[in-house]
């Protein structure tokens, strides 16, 4: 099993950043991508960035991208997603997720899931 742990949401305004952390836990050796993904009250859970194990590779969704970076500390087992120029609609619960398979902007590909954090953006 893999225990993946969200911190660092919050409320902030509009054009403020965030860096969003996910502290992972137990059989992580199985893991070889991880993922953010947000869910927006009354919407579908959707793709926001995925990074393969080693850091090499990288996937952004077209609406966060130029603006959210994600990226990995191995040594310190944790995910972060910097996100920069938020808008009201980055507003939802982020949740980080693993993957035994590569790099992929589809939620069912994901093993793992964490709890989720809010992040709350207002104009």
């Known amino acids: 099993q893999v225990q993946l742990v969200e911190s660092g949401g919050g409320l902030v305004q509009a054009g403020a950043s965030l860096r969003l952390s996910c502290a992972t836990s137990?059989?992580?050796?199985?893991?070889?991508?991880m993922g953010w993904f947000r869910q927006a009250p009354g919407k579908e859970r959707e793709f926001v960035a995925a990074i393969n194990w080693s850091g090499s590779s990288t996937r952004y969704a077209d609406s966060v991208k130029g603006r959210f970076t994600i990226s990995k500390d191995n040594a310190k087992n944790t995910l972060y997603l910097q996100m920069n120029s938020l808008k009201p609609e980055d507003s939802a619960v982020y949740y980080c997720a693993g993957s035994s398979l590569g790099v992929s902007t589809t939620a069912s590909r994901y093993d793992y899931w964490g709890q989720g954090t809010q992040v709350t953006v207002s104009s």
């Open positions: 137990g059989r992580t050796f199985s893991l070889n991508s």
